[in-house]
């Protein structure tokens, strides 16, 4: 029976994300051609094995397993001749280190001309570059990595390392196109479910006395595609592009200022899609906010704003702090002024990795402290399955994002069924329900959210149904008690969205 392999799913995609710039990700792992830990920790067996093949990717275990490093090559292997072999489309690259997670690890030849760039011999298992720079050594069970043909590596690479594992694949194997989903949804169950969608958001009535609308916050890092989802679900409601949000790729954020924005629907183009009775602005706003940087968020802001205590349009800066003399500052702000449910947004493919996951585990600890549910929508899913470029409303069903939102959870602490997987509109010339369906998911899992948030001020404060309205002055003094809050949650809001 064929091993299989140590890779899990989510190190295949990040392995092919690497490897590969248009062709990345596959969900069944191929079995690999040799497999030490099976086949044995020799030279001789690594070149019966993978000599015959055009082209292999090389992967390593090593320090038990925590770190994974590899290299990929054109050129066959030979275990004939003593000899370095030219390859400019070699490579070699890093998965994790210590454990962590390394994006963006490939590691380019220094001169793609190099007549280096690995070398055969029936004495050595794979080696690469004159250094060598990556000379698997399969008898001794160790790794050399000297930095000479190729680039540095992003994170330092310990030499003379004890290997737990290497397998070898062949290239075509290993970055095979994607097979398509099966059974993909079919268009009459999409435009069934969109109508459905957006009737449940229309129907929602906010169950609190003197509240109009729900209030999310849209949180996440800098190019994580916030602004992006905005724009999308303005499209939704328009039933046509919108360009009402700044949108791009920058890895500052573009968006400086905190933007309370209601979603108002074409009526006549819902009446159109058979909904009718569709309010001109729906119960629930959307509030757009800076990114989380090396800049933002230096000063504690994160508090403030679920606060209610930051006013529209208000203009950040990221050389001071939020307080009672910054510009239209809420001093005693009520129930409709502060956050009801949180979407934070996050690039899938950057879920997982520990700064990300440190600052999303920091901030659900002040929204937790104030009740206020958060849901974690991983953004670009397409960059982690390229299948869902095309099929993006079929991210339930790929097993790399049910891998990732596994992991996601055990990283960030946010509950699996409060993590969901979307594509925002990127380069689309038309409207697609494929692209809409999930984030109207999004948007009616947070109207839910919104909803448990004052359900949970109902129970806490013991107010009656029928007197919700006098709970707006009791806010008052629980608001202002918030704003002069402990010493420890003055330290957490400052922490916050920095804690990268």
Known sequence: MAARSRLSKTEFAQARGVLGEKVKHLSKIPIPMFKATVDGFNNQTFHQKCDSSPGTVVIAWVDQGNTIVGGRTSVRWNAVSQQFAPDPTASLFQLKSNGTIVPDGKILLKDPSASQAIYCDPRYGPAFGSGHDLHVKLNAKRIQFVAATY??????????????????FSADDFLANPDRFENVIDAATLKREHSELLAELAEFEVPFDGVRSANVLLFGHAGAGKSSFLRCADTIMQSR?????????????????????????????????????IPAELPIRLWDTMGWSDTAYQHGEICPILDGHVPNNFIFDDTTSISPRSPGYVRNPEVKDTVHAILVLVAASEVCT??????????????????????????????VDERLAEEPHMGDHSEIVDELVTAAAAATGVATDDILA?????KERSTSLKVEVPVLKVLVRAMYAAHDYFRNLADTDSVPQENHASWGRQSKRRRKGNANSSSADRTACAAGASSH
Do not use: C, H, W
């Open 151 to 168: 680039m540095s590596p992003k994170q330092p690479l310990a030499t003379n390392s004890e290997m737990v594992e290497v397998e070898v």
């Open 422 to 426: 979307i594509k925002n509109y990127t």
């Open 241 to 277: 592009f919108s360009y009402m949000a700044d949108t791009g790729t920058a890895t500052a954020s573009l968006t400086r200022k905190l933007r309370k924005l209601s979603l108002r629907p074409n009526v006549k183009s819902m009446e159109k899609l058979g909904l009718k009775d």
């Open 354 to 383: 520990d700064d990300v996951a440190a600052t999303i585990k920091t901030n659900l600890a002040l929204t937790r402290r104030r009740d206020i549910r958060t849901i974690l929508v991983l953004t670009k899913i397409d960059e």
